[in-house]
């Protein structure tokens, strides 16, 4: 059974909503990168809505989905780079940039550093040994805030400096 709380719904309808919007945008300007990209996120929402699963679809789950969506651009993208398809990466840059679009502003650098440096703090982390105990409480924390390997460097580097 499909249960979602007031705010998720809330959420939901404003990332479809807008989604919606863009769409026709997109059609009557004739856009297809656009299109494409939009569809894509269209057909996710569709996904989680209907997933069964019992999960809220709250902003966290919206930027969860969405980085889902970006991974997977990004994978496709370094497959075709590999494999020497620069028109097929390019669709996928295309896209990631749309995608992109619909997603809060990461934490990166400088303010990303503060943060850590402060969850290191709390935790009394003192050593590369404690990363386990500092990634799981900034993993939860920045969750849809940063990416998670750039958390991972940044983590190892405070601790090892």
């Known amino acids: 059974m499909f249960k979602e709380s007031p705010a998720g719904r809330k959420s939901i309808l404003m990332l479809e909503e807008k ?10 300007a004739k856009d297809e990168v656009a299109l494409r990209s939009i569809r894509a996120i269209k057909s996710a929402i569709l996904i989680a809505k209907t997933d069964g699963s019992g999960q809220a679809i709250d902003e966290a789950r919206e930027v969860q989905m969405l980085q889902k969506l970006l991974k997977s651009r990004q994978d496709s993208y370094d497959i075709y780079v590999q494999n020497n398809r620069p028109e097929l990466a390019q669709k996928e840059i295309e896209e990631i940039e749309i995608i992109k679009r ?10 990303l550093e503060v943060v850590l440096a402060q969850i290191i ?6 050593s590369p040994k404690d990363m386990g105990k500092v990634m799981g409480i900034a993993s939860k924390q920045l ?9 991972s460097e940044t983590v190892k580097r405070l601790l090892a400096g």
């Open 143 to 151: 969750a849809g805030k940063a990416d998670g390997k750039l958390i």
């Open 19 to 28: 989604i919606n919007k863009d769409l026709v945008v997109a059609m009557k």
């Open 102 to 111: 619909y997603l809060p502003a990461m934490l990166e650098g400088a303010e």
């Open 121 to 126: 703090a709390d935790t009394g982390a003192s």
